[in-house]
């Protein structure tokens, strides 16, 4: 997790590249939310899905029988 002064960093780079892109544009009536999306890639703020650390073990039976 990023820490608070880096995540307001990071939303300012992106706030300047939304406004960019909407500038490059011909500053469209809305869209505005599209801008940020691909402002947040390119920023590259976007958090990217991660992977579990730890694979989940198996639960064996509570009688004891069975096999896990």
């Known amino acids: ?11 300012e780079k ?6 960019a892109i909407w500038e490059e544009e011909g500053r469209p009536e809305g ?6 999306r691909r402002a ?4 590259g703020a976007a958090a990217p ?3 579990p650390t730890e694979t989940p073990q198996p ?3 509570r009688n004891g029988k069975g096999k896990i």
Do not use: C, F
């Not at 997790?1 to 939303?11: G, L, V, W, Y």
């Not at 992106?14 to 406004?19: D, G, L, S």
């Not at 947040?40 to 920023?43: A, C, G, K, Q, T």
């Open 40 to 43: 947040e890639l390119e920023v």
């Open 31 to 36: 869209g505005h939310l599209e801008h940020w």
């Open 59 to 61: 639960i064996p039976p």
């Open 14 to 19: 992106i706030k300047a590249r939304a406004y």
């Open 1 to 11: 997790m990023a820490n608070p002064e880096q995540a307001s960093n990071d939303e």
């Open 49 to 51: 899905p991660t992977a």
